[in-house]
């Protein structure tokens, strides 16, 4: 046996025998009953997508101390490439602490949005396997050209058969760059388990308005919801490229500090829609202080309810 392997059938060995603990009851909901994920995202930096500066224990621990309800799965953690056996201990180690998983995205192209992540729409059965596997009902993907359209369809189809779904993000670089480009594509997949990923810090990139209007639009086709903070600043200190607008610098600044995305009204807006699925704590915190973020992420978005 590997050094990997043995490490990970210990780790499955000690989360079946770890003696419960006191926060493992099911967390209560945010408000507005909404559902509340976190993203393993927030364990990675901005710009290093491939590498995780927290455990899975340790996010696992801290969603469940925080009262999330659910865990966003991505490639930092585990994914398409990972050896059997850290599946398994994955899914032990979640079923331990009763957090399922709200989404999976199961490789590194895909978030990284790069040339190759459509790849996946091509041979997407090992990517329906892995969401067997963790016990995930949605899967991100990426389309980038009209070709990818109807991979897109025949990667939906072949999920339906699983009873599975995807989803694609409001993202830069993709055909989900604007609204209206948006809804023309999801109408030309026609499949009932393809929707989007809900993301304003992506539309406001993109120059593209995010707010009730966006959400009542985009209503039909919502399977899961993304949340980061920034301010729009033409000194920041990153930059996305985009195809609508070109580059468009910003700064990346917590969830609950004020001068970036203006959130309360699209939770509101969301419970107007009467919006059912995951509200997903997306932003990368690496270099914002993860357990923090965790937790005050969480405090900000659940002061909504305690206000009404």
């Not at 696992?60 to 799965?73: Q, S």
């Not at 993109?206 to 009730?212: E, R, V, W």
């Not at 610098?249 to 009467?274: T, V």
């Amino acid at each position: 046996m590997s050094r990997t392997s043995s490490r990970s059938a210990r780790i499955a060995k000690r989360y079946v025998h770890e003696r419960r603990r006191t926060f493992l009851a099911p967390p209560p909901t945010t408000g507005h009953n909404m559902k509340l994920s976190l993203s393993v995202r927030v364990a990675e930096k901005f710009r290093a997508k491939r590498e995780a500066n927290l455990t899975l224990e340790q996010l696992v621990t801290l969603a469940t101390r925080y009262g999330y309800n659910a865990l966003c799965m991505r490639a930092s953690q585990i994914g398409t490439h990972s050896p059997p056996e850290e599946i398994t201990a994955a899914r032990t180690l979640l079923d331990h602490y009763r957090l399922p998983i709200s989404m999976l995205t199961g490789d590194f192209p895909i978030p990284e949005n790069s040339a190759q992540g459509p790849d996946a729409l091509r041979n997407i059965t090992p990517y329906l396997d892995l969401a067997e596997q963790l016990g995930a009902p949605l899967l991100r993907v990426c389309l980038k050209s009209d070709e990818d359209i109807p991979w897109a369809r025949r990667a939906s189809d072949e999920a339906a058969e699983r009873n599975l779904r995807l989803a694609h993000q409001c993202h830069t670089r993709s055909l989900f760059e604007e609204i209206d480009r948006s809804l023309e594509v999801l109408k030309s997949i026609d499949r009932s388990n393809f929707g989007l990923i809900y993301e304003p810090a992506n539309l406001e990139l993109c120059a593209q308005p995010y707010g009730l209007q966006t959400i009542r639009r985009f209503a039909p086709y919502l399977f899961n919801v993304y949340l980061q903070n920034q301010v729009l600043n033409p000194d920041g200190p990153d930059t996305l490229d985009t195809w609508c607008r070109g580059p468009v610098p910003f700064r990346q600044i917590p969830l609950w500090e004020d001068g970036g995305i203006d959130f309360r009204p699209l939770i509101d807006g969301l419970a107007a829609i009467n919006y059912q699925g995951h509200i997903t704590i997306h932003q990368a915190s690496a270099e914002l202080g993860i357990d923090a973020a965790i937790r005050e992420s969480a405090r900000y978005l659940k002061s909504f309810s305690a206000s009404n």
